[in-house]
């Protein structure tokens, strides 16, 4: 039950998030500049904590998500 809730969490933090990380992509931001622009923009991590680069790490992984 509890796995479920997190999937769901996960899956609608994705949802919000993914738009913001593939536009800065486009502008060519890597991983510094990619937790530095959603930390000054307010986007928290998924456990609702600064990024840093690591957690862009894992979160373009779990989506996805090559940077340029």
């Known amino acids: 039950m509890y796995e479920d809730i997190r999937n769901k969490k ?17 502008y060519g931001y890597g991983y510094t500049a990619l937790a530095n622009a959603l930390n000054s923009r307010g986007v928290f991590s998924r456990w609702g904590t600064p990024w840093t680069i690591d957690s862009v790490k894992k ?3 779990r989506l996805d998500i090559k940077t340029l």
């Open 10 to 26: 996960t899956a609608i933090f994705d949802a919000k998030v993914k738009p913001v990380i593939e536009e800065l992509i486009e």
């Open 59 to 61: 979160t373009l992984k």
